[in-house]
Structure formats: C-alpha cells, structure tokens
C-alpha cells in the first residue's frame, strides 16, 4: 500500500491543488479541534452570565451562547467530537463493507446471494430513522455512536468492493497465486483487497463527510451527545429558538460543518481522480 | 413487459420480508424489551395488571412466535396500538402519510427538473462560468447539513425578509391553497438541495460522456439542430445511469424528509418519527420504519421499470 | 465524368491540445466529379478522416479547428457556411457513414425513428410519407422485412444490418456526396465484400459521388474511379485506380502496394513492409514528410516539402525524384 501511494497516484494527488488544499484544512482543523482544551481561550463550559448572548468580538470571535459561554470554544470542543465519529465510523463502516464485499465477491454461490440481499435490505431502511432508533438503546457516547453510524454505512463499500472482487478474480494473478498454493485467506488479504484498495480509500474519505453530517443531524434532534458536552448538531439545536435575534449562534456551528465536510469531499474527488486518471469527466 | 413488470413485484416479496426481520429485531432489541416503556412508565402498578398486559400483547411469547403473530396481523393491515395515543398505528400512519408523499414528491420533482437543466447546460457549456459555478454549488449541496440548510433559510426568508411562513402547513384563520404552496416553498427547497446538487453533477458527467460517443456523431452528421442533438439523442442515453442514482437515494430522501419535517413542523411521518422516538413508542416507530422502507422499496420498482422502458437493451426474460 | 461536384483547396486542419498542436491535415487539394468514386487512402493518423469530417463540418471545436483552404460544394464554400446553413448541408447534400456499425447508431432510438429523422427535417416529408421512404430505403439496402425492422432497436441487428440502416439513413436524402469513412473495418470478411458491392450498385442506381476512405489499398480496386494516397497529412500521390496500380510513382505508395498479398503472383518470402514509423505531427517539419522513411531519400529531401507534381493530367506525385526512380520492380507486370 505505501508504494501505491509514493507511485503515481500521489504525484496525481498532488497536483489536484483543491484536494491538496482541502487537506491542509481538514488536517489544521483536525488538530486544532483536537487540542482545544489546550487551545480554546475559554473552558467549554465556562458559565459567565456577566456576558450572555454577546455578539462576536475580539473577546468572543464568534460570540457567547445564553449562559454567556464563548462560542468559538464551544465550536472547537464540538469538533473533536464531530471529527472524532467521523473519522472512526467510516472506519468501522469501510471495513465492514470491505469485509463483507470481499467475502460476497471471492467465495461467490449462495454466500455472494445472501450477503448482497442483506445489503439490499439495509440498503432500503432509511439510515437516519434506524439511526435514530438505535443511538436510543446506548448511551450517546463517542465510541458507541461511531460504532452505530458504522454499522448502518458498510452498504456502499461492500457493493463496490464486491464488484472489484469480481473483476480481479478474472486476472491472472489471482490464478496463477491459486495454482501456487494460496490459500484462501492469504488470497484476499495479499492479492485482491490490495488491488481494490483504490475505490475503498475513495469510499471512506466520503463517509468521514457523511458520518459527521448524521452524527450532526441527530445531535441536532436532540439524539446525540447530550448537552452540556458540546457538538456542532446540539449547539445547533439550542441555537434555533434565537436564530432571529442571534444569528451567529446558529451560522458559525454550521459553517464548521460545511467546511469540514465540504474539504474532506474534495479530497475523495481528488483521490478518485489521482487513482483513476481516465475516468476524469473533465471537471473542472 | 408485462411479466417483466410482475417478476420485479415477486422480487420485492423476500426483499420486504427480510427488511421486516431487520426491523423487528431492532425494535426487539430496545432496552427492556419494546414494551418495557409503556409498562415501566409508572402508568401501571399492580403486577397483574402488568402480566395481563404482557400476555395481551403476547410479549410472553418467544420472539419469532412473536414476528410471525406481528407479521399476520401487519398484512392485514394491522401494525399493533401507538403506546402514547392508543390509536392504531396504521390509522395514525395514513393520517400522517399524505403530507410526506406530498413533501417527498415536491421535493424529488424540484430535484429533478433543476438537476436536468444546470446539468445539461454545464455539461454543453463545458469550462463555461456558468459550469464552473454550477459546480462549485454541487460541492456545497452535498456538503451541506440539511437542517442547517433549513435554518438559515427561514432566517433569511422568514425572519429576516418575511417572504415565507416560518413553518407548518398552512395560516391559522388564513388558508388558501395559495398559503399551503407558499408553506411548502421552503421544506421543499430544503429537501431538494442536496439532489438538485447530486443529480445535476452526475447528469452532467454522464452527458459529457454521451457526448462523445459515435452516434452523437451520427446524430450531427445527419444536419440535426444542436437542440435535437443534446435533448434526444444524447439527453435520453445520459439519463438511463442517473435513474439507478435517483433510485439510490430514495432511502436518504426519506432520512431528509424526517429532520426537514421536525424543522419545518411538517405534519408527516416523519416529524411523527421523532415525537414518538421521544415518548418510546415502539409500535408507531416500527410502523414508520416499515412504511418508510416499503416507500423505498417501490420507488426502487418504478425506477426498475423506468430503466427498462428507457434502454431497451434491458431484456425482459 | 463530368463537371466537380466538391473542390477542396488547401485544407489545413489542426488540433490545438494540451501537449502541443497536431497538424491533422496540411493543405490537401482534390476534386470530386459527379457521380465518381474517389478513394482517400492512408494508415491510420494520415489525416483521411480528419479530412473528411472537416468538410462535413464535424471537426471537434475545441481541440479542432479548421484554419485555411476552401472546400467548393456547388459555387458555395462549405468552410465559410453558419453552423446553421452547415447543418443544412450535412445529411442532406452531403452524408457520412462511419466505421462502426455498432457504436454508430444511437441504442434507445428505434431503427425507423432514426432513419425518418433526416427525411423529416431535411426534406420536410410528413411523418407518413416519411417511414414509407424508410421503408423503400431499407428494401433498397438489402434489409429483410422493412417494416418489421423499423420498430426494431439497433442492438437487435446484426453488425452488417447496422451498417446497411446506415447507409441507408445516409442515402434517405438522395445527397450529391457519400462519405464512406472506412464503412467495413469493423465487419466480418464476407460481410466487408457485401457492404462493398451494395454501395457500388446504389451508385450505380442512384449515382452519388463517393469518397471512400480506406486503409486498405486492396479494397479499392474494383469500388473507386480515382485513389488519393495521404501521408502525416498530406496528399501524396493521386491517380485513376488502374494507373496507379499500375505506375505507382510515389515511393510511398509503392510501398503500400508491395505490402499488398497478391494472387496472381508467386509467393516469396514475408510481405514487405514499410520500415519506421508515421512521423509526429506535433512537428511541423519542412522535409518531405515520408523523407524519413524513404528509401530513395536525398539531402535535398529534407529542404521543402514537394509540390503535388503533375505525371499527366490525373496523375499527380508529391515526390522530388519521382522521374529519375522510375517503375517500381517491385509492382505492376
């Protein structure tokens, strides 16, 4: 895999500025959040009622919250949370599907059928309501909410990693490794997945943005992580019955969010280009 | 066609049936069993009570005795009694139901007729301003929270300019069919987004591809207009991918409508969702979650059948 | 034959892309008479097709752009027409017919739509009278049960049925120029003799002029009155068929000729071929274009690009030291 990525792939990369830009966001904005306790200028839940729903200033860039508490470090804070989930659920979501499309792919028949109707079914259950449903059973913590939104966005993953499964085994090296001995284990963790890892690694960058735009979502109804530990959905929340009298409560939250998502999009493009130069569709 | 048509039906049978396993088991899993919240609400206290309750339910029975008895009484129209009204849950779910499809359809037309003209006009007007506008607008439609999305346009249009009704259906005292369309504008603006972004990026690539392709060619050397060219010739080849994207999304659109409804207090199924997430009412969520799915599911069919009259290289044996 | 029907002077054709320009074409000159064949043959990157779809108009606009000549269709020069009044031409004065049936007619429309379509714009027929010249058209294509086939979808035809609707849709409107851009590559042998025999005898019915392209010197033999031979963009050589079989004068065509299997003659050894390869057109080069690959090359090859030389009134020669080579020993009897 590292070769894969010194090789052209990342030349490519590399020259898609966007992406590299992107990057070079998603990454500051990953370690700034995540060393907001050392960073944020205030503590997260520091009450001041002295300075309640202040508008932005040089003390409160982005203004203060109803019980006066700054809201950059709020935003900061809920980044860790938001990136946090992010980031571990599509891990766990990618390497579901991969596991799961691997195994439909390579062993093919009835295990291939059943695999792909059980996908087809999750596929048809609206993922936010189930979502819902199941962030309701445990309590909203980081790992468990990874967890659920991981395992409710594997369908994708397992659909495309399949079908270069499927592709692959008809290449010759994968026969030519067989008629040598390998086993079958050893087939897919050394041959195929190494080979399909290009559509995976597009697929999990997309699901980082995916994941934190649900993870906000549910925060947002008041299903996520509770309050008073901030995230972007739940800050969100509190935000909407003085949206019209202040207006930075509700912006700033969701600018976070486009951003992150909009940045960690433009890489997957990116990757997707660099590992698949002819599919480019001339965009600009 | 015909038999086309009624062996993807047939098809949608297990496909039903396994979402309907799914979905029981997950409501079978909540904490305490699905009707541990209506029976440890404090609204019971004698133990016999209890017990009998337990017994009319038929919670006392094994579980898979318990699906077979849940899966013959939903297929005769029966989807059990909302813990927090008492009413049937299918009536509460018809009653809700129109004003969804109505939100779903509004919102899946306004995609689609936007999505059709920014991604026909960028695709022939390739590296043009207006492609590269269109999209830049993309990549923020995908990347953008729904509800935030919600949020900021009633700041803009209802706080801040008054144009549009913050939220609801309709002007208590002043209804009109003119107020309820001017209700839907923004739900419907919102649910869109995202799919008028997806939809007229994916149009655009796949056109740009039929453009070059030999009977496009053909097409021009016959002395056809530019207009019969893009809108016949290549529109109709470049639209057969996206129908399996639309058909895709259908899930999501669903997972949209539920937080634009709870934004917007849009009386449909999906704002019923989350209040009955809140009062634990697990038949009605099981309910939903199936009517949800099934929606889904024949949205799925119809694209099927689209694609099949679309490209008649599909075969219908 | 009688007066021109299309004079092209000077064409030049370039494509301006990322890696540099690509001289396509590099001032061709020919006449076409009425109802003669004429053949434009090359390997493939000689520019024959770039030439051809630069008078249909059809030239991809960006990269390709026409830059200089004139192509005279009836007293009007194609090259200056709107992209209104070039549609006005294509289709109905002059029609193409690609190389690949397959690719080549649009998958969702129906076998009668797409041949109407030509007849109902171009000639204004009602939808009636249009799909029973469809269907006359079809019969006299060879097509078996026309009015089945009409409902018909491409994908449900075989290769050499495609490629018959095409010449078919081409022809709908009787147009004075069919261009025929290599029509049987793509097909089986014996169904190339049959496409190739049908559009000899519509000529003959309908008497159309034809330009043929081809990269395949053999075919042309009994289909084209006149062979134009290209090279890196350039017309090399152009003589009567039988005169240039003949009395190639060309080394060039000499030895395309050479690299033809021939029946009649005792078999020796492997074909020849050409040895190196098609220069890159991204030079723009002064030399005679074939001098590098050229057996007879001189230093003053590589001065100035020959001047199209005339042997006698149809046989022309873009070569310095076609009169001291003489006969190739190679050809002819």
Known sequence: MSERFRSPVWRQLRKHKLAMASSVVVLGMTVVCMAAPLLAPYAFDAIDLGSIRQAPSWEHPMGTDDLGRDLFTRVLHGGRISILIGILSAIIGTGLGSLIGVVAGFYGGRVDNLLMRLTDVVYSIPTLPLLIVLSSYSQ??????????????????????????LAIKQVTFVEA??????????????????????????????????????????????????PPTPTWGNMLMDAQATMATKPWLTIFPGLAILLVVLSVNFIGDGLQDALDPTARDGTP | MISYIGRRILQMIPLVFGISVVLFAVIQAAPG????????????????????????????????????????????????????????????????????????????????????????????????????????????GIAMPVFWFALILQLIFSVKLGWLPVSGTETVGASSLLDHLLHLILPAVVLSFRYIAGWSRYLRSSLLGVLRADYVRTARAKGLPERVVVGIHALRNALIPLISIMALNMAALFSGAVITETVFAWPGIGRMFVQAMFARDYPLLMGILMMGSIMVVVFNLVADILYGILDPRIRYE | MTRPVLEVRDLVTRFHTDEGVVHAVNGISYSLSEGEALAIVGESGSG??????????????????????????????????????????????????????MTSLNPVLTVGYQLTEPLRRHLGASR????????????????????????????????GQRQRVM??????????????????????????????DLVKSLQERLGMAIIWITHDLALVAGLAHRVAVMYAGTIVEEAPVAELYRDPKHPYTQGLLRSIPRVDAP?????????????????DSDACPFSPRCRHAVEECATGKPPLDGVHDDHRVACIRWRELGPDPGVGT
């Open chain 1, 140 to 165: 909203a913590v980081i790992s468990s909410m990874a967890l659920i939104i991981g395992l409710l966005s594997w369908m994708a993953t397992a659909r495309v990693v399949r079908g270069e499964v």
């Open chain 1, 177 to 226: 490794a067989r008629s040598l001995g390998a086993s079958n284990l050893r087939l897919m963790t050394r041959h195929i997945l190494p080979n399909a890892i290009g559509p995976i690694v597009v697929g999990a960058t997309l699901a980082v943005g995916n994941a934190i735009i649900l993870e906000s979502s549910l925060s947002f109804l008041g299903l996520g992580v509770q």
């Open chain 2, 33 to 140: 069993g699905p009707e541990g919240a209506l029976l440890e609400s404090g609204r019971f206290i004698d133990p016999q009570v209890i017990e009998a309750y337990r017994q009319r339910l038929g919670v006392d029975q094994p579980v898979h005795i318990q699906y077979v008895r849940w899966l013959g009484a939903a297929l005769s129209g029966d989807l059990g009694i909302s813990f927090s009204t008492t009413r049937p849950v299918a009536e509460m779910i018809l009653d809700r139901l129109p004003a969804t499809v109505e939100l779903m359809a509004s919102a899946f037309l306004l995609a689609a007729l936007v999505a059709l003209g920014l991604g026909v006009f960028s695709a022939v007007r390739q590296y043009s301003l207006f492609d590269y506008l269109g999209t830049g607008f993309s990549f923020v």
């Open chain 3, 48 to 101: 024959k097709t770039v030439s051809a779809l630069s008078i249909m108009g059809l030239v991809p606009e960006p990269p390709g752009r026409i830059e200089g000549g004139t192509a005279i269709l009836r007293g009007r020069d194609l090259l200056q027409l709107s992209p209104t009044e070039w549609r006005e031409v294509r289709g109905r004065e002059i029609a193409m017919v690609f190389q690949d049936p």
């Open chain 3, 128 to 159: 009636h009278d249009a799909v029973e010249r469809a269907r006359e058209m079809l019969a006299l294509v060879g097509i078996p049960n026309p009015r089945q086939r009409m409902a018909d979808h491409p994908h449900q035809l075989s290769g």
């Open chain 3, 167 to 196: 010449i078919a849709m081409a022809l709908s409107c009787r147009p004075s120029i069919l261009i025929a851009d290599e029509p049987t590559t793509a097909l089986d042998v014996t169904i190339q003799a049959q496409i190739v």
């Open chain 3, 267 to 283: 078999a020796c050894g492997p074909l020849p071929s050409i040895d190196g390869q098609p220069p890159d057109l991204r030079m």
